[in-house]
């Protein structure tokens, strides 16, 4: 079956939004003189419940406290951070290539909607997906329902469709949702184990689209 689509993951595989948030985190912690353990973040990366994870980690090692400056201020910390980080290598090339062979893109993120689509236009990409699947009514990755809906929007079949993550729980849902799956770690998840993604990649400036087609993954 030929490929039709391409689906990507969109925090820390578009940009390397994961670092940043790692960073502001481990920036809030220290502040209350705590460090951020690696299983801890290991356990988070790629879902939505990290915030809610990392407060009750801080509440069990600090006891209760307002969550509401903690917030504000990984809040602030991880917007400064982002707005500096560029598109990762080899996603424009990927996204013209794509483009120019006739494929449908689309994005399946475990984040919200304004999010996504506000750092796509940041970064000037917004305009090459078709649908944005986010989880503003859907459940997190590793569900697989932000795919099946990007799926349905394409009109197309898992198996006319390549998934792109960075992280071992998008890698999940992916596969779930009866995709190929194309793993490209970032800094903070290439130490986790990529064993479910058909294909590893250390960017996407490793294998040219043409050459990822050749393969006939689909």
Aim: charged share 15%; hydrophobic share 50%; with cysteine.
């Amino acid at each position: 079956m030929a490929v039709r689509a391409l689906i990507f993951d969109f925090d820390g595989l578009i940009v390397d939004t994961e670092s940043a948030s790692l960073t502001a985190w481990e920036r809030v912690l220290a502040g209350y003189g705590l460090s951020m353990p690696g299983t801890l973040w290991r356990s988070v990366i790629g879902g939505r419940s990290s915030k809610a994870t990392i407060l009750a980690h801080m509440e069990q090692q600090i006891g209760p406290f307002d969550p509401g400056p903690v917030l504000r201020r990984w809040s602030e910390t991880n917007l400064a951070l982002v707005a500096a980080q560029p598109l990762r290598a080899g996603v424009a090339d990927y996204l013209s290539a794509g483009v120019a062979a006739g494929l449908r893109l689309g994005i399946a993120s475990s984040a919200g909607g304004e999010w996504v689509a506000s750092q796509l236009r940041r970064v000037g990409v917004r305009d090459y997906f078709d649908v944005l699947s986010t989880c503003d009514r859907r459940p997190p990755k590793p569900a697989p329902d932000v795919y099946l809906a990007a799926l349905e929007t394409l009109g197309v079949a898992p198996g006319e469709a390549i998934a792109f993550e960075d992280s071992p729980t998008g890698v999940s849902a992916a596969k779930a949702a009866g995709l190929y799956c194309v793993a490209v770690p970032n800094l903070v998840t290439a130490s986790l184990s990529f064993a479910r993604a058909d294909l590893v990649l250390p960017s996407m400036q490793a294998m040219p689209l043409h050459a990822l087609l050749e393969l006939n993954p689909a």
